[in-house]
Protein backbone atom coordinates (compact mmCIF):
# COMPACT_ATOMS: atom_id res chain seq x y z
CA UNK A 1 0.00 0.00 0.00
CA UNK A 2 1.55 3.22 -1.36
CA UNK A 3 1.91 5.66 1.60
CA UNK A 4 1.83 9.63 0.89
CA UNK A 5 5.32 11.61 1.80
CA UNK A 6 5.48 12.80 4.97
CA UNK A 7 4.16 16.74 4.89
CA UNK A 8 6.79 19.56 6.15
CA UNK A 9 5.69 20.97 9.58
CA UNK A 10 8.83 22.65 10.32
CA UNK A 11 9.22 26.18 9.90
CA UNK A 12 10.74 26.99 6.29
CA UNK A 13 13.25 29.73 5.11
CA UNK A 14 11.58 33.11 3.73
CA UNK A 15 10.42 32.24 0.15
CA UNK A 16 9.88 28.16 0.76
CA UNK A 17 6.68 27.48 0.93
CA UNK A 18 5.31 24.64 3.40
CA UNK A 19 4.07 21.66 1.00
CA UNK A 20 0.25 20.24 1.49
CA UNK A 21 -0.17 16.77 1.42
CA UNK A 22 -2.47 16.91 -1.19
CA UNK A 23 0.52 17.81 -3.92
CA UNK A 24 1.86 15.70 -6.48
CA UNK A 25 4.99 13.02 -5.59
CA UNK A 26 7.37 15.45 -8.34
CA UNK A 27 6.16 18.73 -7.12
CA UNK A 28 6.63 17.58 -3.58
CA UNK A 29 10.02 16.28 -3.90
CA UNK A 30 11.44 19.04 -5.92
CA UNK A 31 10.28 21.76 -3.15
CA UNK A 32 11.83 19.45 -0.36
CA UNK A 33 14.94 19.64 -2.65
CA UNK A 34 15.01 22.97 -2.98
CA UNK A 35 14.16 23.74 0.69
CA UNK A 36 17.33 21.09 2.17
CA UNK A 37 19.74 22.91 -0.85
CA UNK A 38 19.01 26.34 1.26
CA UNK A 39 19.22 25.15 4.57
CA UNK A 40 22.47 23.37 3.57
CA UNK A 41 20.98 19.60 4.17
CA UNK A 42 21.94 18.63 0.53
CA UNK A 43 25.69 17.32 0.63
CA UNK A 44 26.78 17.04 -2.77
CA UNK A 45 29.52 13.99 -3.47
CA UNK A 46 32.82 15.82 -3.59
CA UNK A 47 34.45 15.91 -6.89
CA UNK A 48 38.12 14.45 -7.35
CA UNK A 49 40.52 17.04 -8.50
CA UNK A 50 41.99 16.11 -12.02
CA UNK A 51 45.17 14.08 -12.09
CA UNK A 52 48.27 15.67 -13.16
CA UNK A 53 49.97 14.07 -16.07
CA UNK A 54 53.92 13.83 -16.10
CA UNK A 55 53.88 15.94 -19.78
CA UNK A 56 51.95 18.58 -17.79
CA UNK A 57 54.22 18.34 -15.04
CA UNK A 58 57.27 19.30 -17.36
CA UNK A 59 55.75 21.91 -18.78
CA UNK A 60 54.55 23.46 -15.47
CA UNK A 61 58.39 23.00 -14.66
CA UNK A 62 59.93 24.52 -17.66
CA UNK A 63 57.65 27.59 -17.80
CA UNK A 64 58.01 28.37 -13.74
CA UNK A 65 61.81 27.53 -13.52
CA UNK A 66 64.35 30.10 -13.08
CA UNK A 67 66.98 28.44 -14.44
CA UNK A 68 64.87 28.00 -17.79
CA UNK A 69 63.96 31.74 -17.85
CA UNK A 70 67.36 32.98 -17.19
CA UNK A 71 68.65 30.97 -19.96
CA UNK A 72 66.00 32.20 -22.05
CA UNK A 73 67.93 36.12 -21.12
CA UNK A 74 71.04 34.91 -22.14
CA UNK A 75 69.73 33.85 -25.55
CA UNK A 76 68.34 37.28 -26.40
CA UNK A 77 71.35 38.99 -25.19
CA UNK A 78 73.54 36.67 -27.73
CA UNK A 79 71.04 38.00 -30.17
CA UNK A 80 70.99 41.56 -29.58
CA UNK A 81 74.49 40.91 -29.83
CA UNK A 82 74.51 39.05 -32.59
CA UNK A 83 72.50 42.06 -34.13
CA UNK A 84 75.48 44.69 -33.09
CA UNK A 85 78.63 43.11 -34.23
CA UNK A 86 77.50 43.80 -37.98
CA UNK A 87 77.44 47.59 -37.93
CA UNK A 88 79.68 49.78 -39.05
CA UNK A 89 81.75 51.70 -37.34
CA UNK A 90 80.82 55.12 -36.80
CA UNK A 91 82.30 58.33 -38.16
CA UNK A 92 84.51 60.61 -36.52
CA UNK A 93 84.24 64.43 -37.13
CA UNK A 94 86.71 66.75 -36.49
CA UNK A 95 86.28 70.58 -36.11
CA UNK A 96 89.88 72.15 -35.04
CA UNK A 97 90.84 75.76 -35.12
CA UNK A 98 94.35 76.86 -35.01
CA UNK A 99 96.40 79.94 -34.12
CA UNK A 100 94.38 80.95 -31.57
CA UNK A 101 96.24 83.99 -29.41
CA UNK A 102 96.78 83.62 -25.64
CA UNK A 103 96.60 87.23 -24.69
CA UNK A 104 96.07 90.34 -27.04
CA UNK A 105 99.15 91.85 -28.13
CA UNK A 106 98.79 95.07 -30.43
CA UNK A 107 102.06 95.52 -31.34
CA UNK A 108 103.03 92.01 -32.26
CA UNK A 109 101.87 90.69 -36.25
CA UNK A 110 100.12 87.42 -35.38
CA UNK A 111 99.49 84.79 -37.78
CA UNK A 112 95.66 84.31 -39.08
CA UNK A 113 93.09 81.40 -37.64
CA UNK A 114 93.27 78.13 -39.45
CA UNK A 115 90.05 76.23 -38.94
CA UNK A 116 89.43 72.43 -39.55
CA UNK A 117 86.53 70.35 -40.08
CA UNK A 118 87.38 66.78 -41.05
CA UNK A 119 85.76 63.51 -41.33
CA UNK A 120 87.50 60.14 -40.60
CA UNK A 121 85.79 56.90 -41.36
CA UNK A 122 87.90 53.29 -40.56
CA UNK A 123 87.70 50.62 -43.05
CA UNK A 124 87.65 47.01 -42.22
CA UNK A 125 89.62 44.89 -44.35
CA UNK A 126 89.87 41.12 -44.56
CA UNK A 127 86.48 40.70 -43.88
CA UNK A 128 86.70 41.37 -40.67
CA UNK A 129 83.04 42.35 -40.42
CA UNK A 130 81.45 39.43 -41.94
CA UNK A 131 83.60 37.41 -39.70
CA UNK A 132 83.03 39.02 -36.46
CA UNK A 133 79.06 38.68 -37.02
CA UNK A 134 79.91 34.79 -37.91
CA UNK A 135 81.29 34.72 -34.14
CA UNK A 136 78.15 36.66 -33.04
CA UNK A 137 76.10 34.45 -35.06
CA UNK A 138 78.03 30.99 -33.33
CA UNK A 139 77.39 32.68 -30.05
CA UNK A 140 74.09 33.05 -30.30
CA UNK A 141 74.06 29.28 -31.47
CA UNK A 142 75.33 28.10 -28.51
CA UNK A 143 73.29 30.41 -25.90
CA UNK A 144 70.48 28.61 -27.98
CA UNK A 145 71.78 25.21 -27.31
CA UNK A 146 72.66 25.69 -23.56
CA UNK A 147 69.03 26.53 -23.36
CA UNK A 148 67.96 23.69 -24.47
CA UNK A 149 70.21 22.13 -22.10
CA UNK A 150 68.71 24.37 -19.53
CA UNK A 151 65.70 22.95 -20.42
CA UNK A 152 66.58 19.81 -20.57
CA UNK A 153 67.46 19.50 -16.72
CA UNK A 154 65.19 21.00 -15.13
CA UNK A 155 62.79 18.07 -17.70
CA UNK A 156 64.76 15.70 -16.24
CA UNK A 157 64.45 16.85 -12.71
CA UNK A 158 60.78 17.15 -13.06
CA UNK A 159 60.06 13.81 -14.20
CA UNK A 160 62.59 12.60 -11.82
CA UNK A 161 60.54 14.14 -9.10
CA UNK A 162 57.30 12.64 -10.21
CA UNK A 163 57.82 9.28 -10.56
CA UNK A 164 59.84 9.55 -7.03
CA UNK A 165 56.59 10.30 -5.70
CA UNK A 166 54.28 8.20 -7.52
CA UNK A 167 56.63 5.22 -7.13
CA UNK A 168 56.66 6.08 -3.52
CA UNK A 169 52.78 6.72 -3.09
CA UNK A 170 52.29 3.51 -5.42
CA UNK A 171 54.45 1.91 -2.52
CA UNK A 172 52.92 2.98 0.27
CA UNK A 173 49.54 2.05 -0.44
CA UNK A 174 50.68 -1.44 -1.28
CA UNK A 175 52.32 -1.68 2.58
CA UNK A 176 49.51 -0.15 3.91
CA UNK A 177 47.25 -2.80 2.59
CA UNK A 178 49.56 -5.55 3.60
CA UNK A 179 49.46 -4.08 7.59
CA UNK A 180 45.61 -4.01 7.21
CA UNK A 181 45.11 -7.77 5.95
CA UNK A 182 48.18 -8.32 8.22
CA UNK A 183 46.17 -6.95 11.11
CA UNK A 184 43.43 -8.97 10.52
CA UNK A 185 45.92 -12.23 10.50
CA UNK A 186 47.04 -11.53 13.70
CA UNK A 187 43.58 -11.27 15.11
CA UNK A 188 42.88 -14.35 14.21
CA UNK A 189 46.39 -15.40 16.10
CA UNK A 190 45.51 -13.61 19.31
CA UNK A 191 42.13 -15.60 18.99
CA UNK A 192 43.86 -19.30 18.95
CA UNK A 193 46.63 -17.85 21.40
CA UNK A 194 43.66 -16.66 23.65
CA UNK A 195 41.71 -20.27 23.22
CA UNK A 196 45.38 -22.30 24.03
CA UNK A 197 45.25 -23.67 20.12
CA UNK A 198 48.60 -21.97 19.31
CA UNK A 199 51.79 -20.77 21.05
CA UNK A 200 52.49 -17.56 21.46
CA UNK A 201 55.32 -16.94 19.32
CA UNK A 202 52.92 -17.35 16.08
CA UNK A 203 51.63 -14.08 17.52
CA UNK A 204 55.02 -12.42 18.06
CA UNK A 205 56.26 -13.17 14.69
CA UNK A 206 53.05 -11.58 13.06
CA UNK A 207 53.11 -8.78 15.45
CA UNK A 208 57.40 -8.33 14.27
CA UNK A 209 55.97 -8.19 10.70
CA UNK A 210 53.92 -5.99 11.48
CA UNK A 211 56.42 -3.65 13.10
CA UNK A 212 58.33 -4.50 10.07
CA UNK A 213 55.86 -2.84 7.43
CA UNK A 214 55.48 -0.10 10.06
CA UNK A 215 59.07 1.06 9.75
CA UNK A 216 58.65 0.32 5.54
CA UNK A 217 55.86 2.86 5.71
CA UNK A 218 57.90 5.47 7.71
CA UNK A 219 60.34 5.31 4.88
CA UNK A 220 58.32 5.63 1.82
CA UNK A 221 56.27 8.44 4.04
CA UNK A 222 59.54 10.18 4.23
CA UNK A 223 60.32 9.52 0.57
CA UNK A 224 57.33 10.80 -0.72
CA UNK A 225 57.13 13.94 1.15
CA UNK A 226 60.77 15.24 0.45
CA UNK A 227 60.29 14.63 -3.46
CA UNK A 228 56.85 16.03 -3.45
CA UNK A 229 58.08 19.22 -1.44
CA UNK A 230 60.69 19.14 -4.64
CA UNK A 231 58.05 19.15 -6.91
CA UNK A 232 56.19 21.78 -5.18
CA UNK A 233 59.07 24.30 -5.45
CA UNK A 234 59.83 23.12 -9.07
CA UNK A 235 56.15 22.87 -10.53
CA UNK A 236 55.10 26.47 -8.05
CA UNK A 237 51.87 24.41 -7.04
CA UNK A 238 52.29 24.42 -3.13
CA UNK A 239 49.20 22.55 -2.49
CA UNK A 240 50.07 19.85 -4.85
CA UNK A 241 49.27 16.37 -3.58
CA UNK A 242 50.55 12.77 -3.91
CA UNK A 243 47.15 11.82 -4.90
CA UNK A 244 47.18 14.24 -8.01
CA UNK A 245 49.84 12.61 -9.97
CA UNK A 246 49.15 9.49 -12.01
CA UNK A 247 51.70 6.95 -13.36
CA UNK A 248 52.07 6.98 -17.24
CA UNK A 249 51.75 4.07 -19.12
CA UNK A 250 54.73 1.91 -20.33
CA UNK A 251 55.66 3.02 -23.71
CA UNK A 252 57.29 0.34 -25.48
CA UNK A 253 60.83 1.50 -27.37
CA UNK A 254 60.33 1.29 -31.24
CA UNK A 255 61.41 -1.83 -33.17
CA UNK A 256 64.65 0.03 -35.06
CA UNK A 257 68.10 -1.24 -34.77
CA UNK A 258 69.89 0.67 -31.69
CA UNK A 259 72.21 1.87 -33.97
CA UNK A 260 70.04 3.61 -36.11
CA UNK A 261 68.01 5.18 -33.26
CA UNK A 262 70.83 6.11 -31.33
CA UNK A 263 72.98 7.96 -34.00
CA UNK A 264 69.57 9.41 -34.96
CA UNK A 265 69.41 10.71 -31.35
CA UNK A 266 72.35 11.63 -31.14
CA UNK A 267 72.22 14.74 -34.17
CA UNK A 268 69.03 15.98 -31.62
CA UNK A 269 70.53 15.59 -28.38
CA UNK A 270 71.22 18.90 -26.45
CA UNK A 271 74.54 18.48 -25.15
CA UNK A 272 75.64 17.65 -28.75
CA UNK A 273 74.40 20.65 -30.51
CA UNK A 274 75.70 22.56 -27.85
CA UNK A 275 79.39 21.20 -28.13
CA UNK A 276 79.14 21.79 -32.15
CA UNK A 277 78.29 24.86 -31.55
CA UNK A 278 81.03 25.55 -29.14
CA UNK A 279 83.56 24.29 -31.85
CA UNK A 280 81.68 26.05 -34.42
CA UNK A 281 82.28 29.53 -32.33
CA UNK A 282 85.99 29.10 -31.41
CA UNK A 283 86.56 27.90 -35.43
CA UNK A 284 84.75 31.45 -36.11
CA UNK A 285 87.08 33.07 -33.92
CA UNK A 286 90.05 31.43 -35.24
CA UNK A 287 89.33 33.46 -38.90
CA UNK A 288 88.43 36.30 -37.25
CA UNK A 289 92.01 36.70 -35.47
CA UNK A 290 93.81 36.22 -38.44
CA UNK A 291 91.85 38.51 -40.05
CA UNK A 292 92.67 41.39 -37.65
CA UNK A 293 96.60 40.56 -38.33
CA UNK A 294 95.91 42.82 -41.26
CA UNK A 295 95.92 46.37 -41.24
CA UNK A 296 92.52 48.68 -40.96
CA UNK A 297 93.05 51.56 -42.92
CA UNK A 298 91.33 55.21 -41.88
CA UNK A 299 90.55 57.86 -44.75
CA UNK A 300 89.86 61.17 -43.97
CA UNK A 301 88.30 63.85 -45.89
CA UNK A 302 87.19 67.49 -44.82
CA UNK A 303 87.55 71.31 -45.06
CA UNK A 304 90.61 73.93 -44.22
CA UNK A 305 90.88 77.44 -44.19
CA UNK A 306 94.05 79.01 -43.68
CA UNK A 307 95.56 82.25 -44.81
CA UNK A 308 92.10 83.38 -45.80
CA UNK A 309 91.78 81.04 -48.42
CA UNK A 310 89.33 77.47 -48.40
CA UNK A 311 90.89 74.49 -49.66
CA UNK A 312 89.91 71.00 -49.29
CA UNK A 313 91.85 68.04 -47.03
CA UNK A 314 92.31 64.27 -47.60
CA UNK A 315 94.08 61.66 -46.01
CA UNK A 316 94.85 58.14 -45.14
CA UNK A 317 95.85 56.78 -41.75
CA UNK A 318 97.56 52.97 -41.79
CA UNK A 319 98.45 51.23 -38.53
CA UNK A 320 102.08 49.62 -39.03
CA UNK A 321 101.73 45.98 -36.98
CA UNK A 322 105.42 46.08 -36.01
CA UNK A 323 105.18 45.69 -32.37
CA UNK A 324 101.72 43.26 -32.46
CA UNK A 325 100.86 41.73 -35.21
CA UNK A 326 98.23 39.59 -33.17
CA UNK A 327 100.04 36.21 -33.24
CA UNK A 328 99.07 36.04 -29.56
CA UNK A 329 95.29 36.38 -30.36
CA UNK A 330 95.91 33.69 -32.85
CA UNK A 331 97.72 31.40 -31.17
CA UNK A 332 95.08 31.13 -28.37
CA UNK A 333 92.13 31.09 -31.06
CA UNK A 334 94.44 27.82 -32.32
CA UNK A 335 94.49 26.03 -28.86
CA UNK A 336 90.71 27.20 -27.91
CA UNK A 337 89.28 25.45 -31.28
CA UNK A 338 91.69 22.13 -30.83
CA UNK A 339 90.31 21.87 -27.29
CA UNK A 340 86.78 22.75 -28.75
CA UNK A 341 87.08 19.97 -31.06
CA UNK A 342 88.83 17.41 -28.43
CA UNK A 343 85.43 18.31 -25.83
CA UNK A 344 83.30 17.55 -29.10
CA UNK A 345 84.46 14.18 -29.33
CA UNK A 346 84.66 13.42 -25.62
CA UNK A 347 80.82 14.16 -25.86
CA UNK A 348 80.06 12.11 -28.82
CA UNK A 349 81.92 9.36 -27.16
CA UNK A 350 80.35 9.67 -23.79
CA UNK A 351 76.81 10.28 -25.36
CA UNK A 352 76.36 7.29 -27.50
CA UNK A 353 77.57 5.12 -24.57
CA UNK A 354 74.79 6.48 -22.70
CA UNK A 355 72.54 6.58 -24.91
CA UNK A 356 73.01 2.72 -26.25
CA UNK A 357 72.49 1.82 -22.06
CA UNK A 358 69.60 3.86 -22.02
CA UNK A 359 67.91 2.21 -24.69
CA UNK A 360 69.04 -1.31 -23.70
CA UNK A 361 67.36 -0.38 -20.26
CA UNK A 362 64.51 0.81 -21.55
CA UNK A 363 63.86 -2.51 -23.91
CA UNK A 364 64.69 -4.41 -20.48
CA UNK A 365 62.20 -2.47 -18.27
CA UNK A 366 59.53 -2.62 -21.28
CA UNK A 367 59.25 -6.04 -21.50
CA UNK A 368 59.48 -6.66 -17.74
CA UNK A 369 56.63 -4.74 -17.28
CA UNK A 370 54.50 -6.11 -19.95
CA UNK A 371 55.49 -9.77 -17.99
CA UNK A 372 55.48 -8.20 -14.67
CA UNK A 373 51.57 -9.90 -14.16
CA UNK A 374 52.15 -13.14 -15.20
CA UNK A 375 55.47 -13.72 -14.51
CA UNK A 376 55.52 -12.47 -10.67
CA UNK A 377 52.32 -10.83 -9.60
CA UNK A 378 50.10 -14.06 -10.34
CA UNK A 379 52.92 -16.81 -8.71
CA UNK A 380 52.90 -14.42 -5.55
CA UNK A 381 49.45 -14.06 -5.23
CA UNK A 382 48.70 -17.42 -5.67
CA UNK A 383 50.90 -18.62 -2.87
CA UNK A 384 49.73 -15.89 -0.53
CA UNK A 385 46.12 -17.49 -1.20
CA UNK A 386 47.52 -20.71 -0.45
CA UNK A 387 49.01 -19.69 2.48
CA UNK A 388 46.06 -17.43 3.72
CA UNK A 389 43.57 -20.44 2.97
CA UNK A 390 46.08 -22.91 5.34
CA UNK A 391 46.03 -20.16 7.95
CA UNK A 392 42.60 -19.73 8.34
CA UNK A 393 41.88 -23.47 8.66
CA UNK A 394 44.61 -24.15 11.18
CA UNK A 395 46.67 -26.89 9.07
CA UNK A 396 49.29 -23.87 8.02
CA UNK A 397 52.17 -22.83 9.74
CA UNK A 398 53.03 -19.39 10.74
CA UNK A 399 56.17 -19.16 9.14
CA UNK A 400 55.12 -20.21 5.68
CA UNK A 401 52.23 -17.12 5.91
CA UNK A 402 54.53 -14.50 6.84
CA UNK A 403 57.11 -15.22 3.90
CA UNK A 404 53.69 -15.69 1.76
CA UNK A 405 52.93 -12.44 2.68
CA UNK A 406 56.16 -10.84 2.42
CA UNK A 407 56.75 -11.98 -1.18
CA UNK A 408 53.36 -10.83 -2.72
CA UNK A 409 54.52 -7.44 -1.01
CA UNK A 410 57.95 -7.36 -2.65
CA UNK A 411 56.82 -8.31 -5.81
CA UNK A 412 53.92 -5.30 -5.88
CA UNK A 413 56.62 -3.27 -5.08
CA UNK A 414 59.10 -4.43 -7.46
CA UNK A 415 56.28 -4.39 -10.38
CA UNK A 416 55.57 -0.49 -9.04
CA UNK A 417 59.59 0.09 -9.65
CA UNK A 418 59.68 -1.46 -12.60
CA UNK A 419 57.14 0.18 -14.38
CA UNK A 420 58.39 3.57 -12.69
CA UNK A 421 61.80 3.13 -14.10
CA UNK A 422 60.49 1.93 -17.39
CA UNK A 423 58.45 5.14 -17.52
CA UNK A 424 61.42 6.92 -16.59
CA UNK A 425 63.50 5.79 -19.48
CA UNK A 426 60.99 6.27 -21.77
CA UNK A 427 60.95 10.07 -20.62
CA UNK A 428 64.83 10.66 -20.59
CA UNK A 429 64.69 8.97 -24.33
CA UNK A 430 61.81 11.44 -25.01
CA UNK A 431 63.24 14.68 -23.34
CA UNK A 432 66.19 14.03 -25.28
CA UNK A 433 64.51 14.06 -28.68
CA UNK A 434 63.19 16.70 -27.67
CA UNK A 435 59.75 15.40 -27.74
CA UNK A 436 57.04 18.10 -25.62
CA UNK A 437 54.33 15.16 -25.40
CA UNK A 438 54.22 12.23 -24.42
CA UNK A 439 54.48 8.90 -27.05
Not at 224 to 230: F, P
Not at 302 to 323: H, N, Q, S, W
Request: charged fraction near 30%; hydrophobic fraction near 45%.
Amino acid sequence: MRQDAPTIRASAPAGIALVPARKSLCSRKWLVFRACLMVGVVVLPRVRCAALELETAIALARASAPAVQAAEARVAAARAHWYQSGRWRNPELELRGENWRARPDLHATNPPLDFFATLTQLFELGGKRAKRQAVAMAERERAHEQARLVERDVSVQAATWFLTVVRAHAELDAVENAASDLGRLRDIAARRVEQGRAPAAELLKLQAEEARLGTAAVELKTQESTALNALRQLLAKPDLRAEELSMPRVVVPPEDADRDLVEKLLQQHPEYRAATAEKERALRTLELEQARRIPDPALTAGYKRTEDRDTLVAGVVLPIPVFDTNWGNVQRAVAELSAASAEAEATVLRLRAELFGLLARWRSLAARAERMEQDLLAPAAGVRHAARVAFEEGTGEIVALVDAERVYLEARRTAIGTRAEAVAAATAWRIFSGETTAP
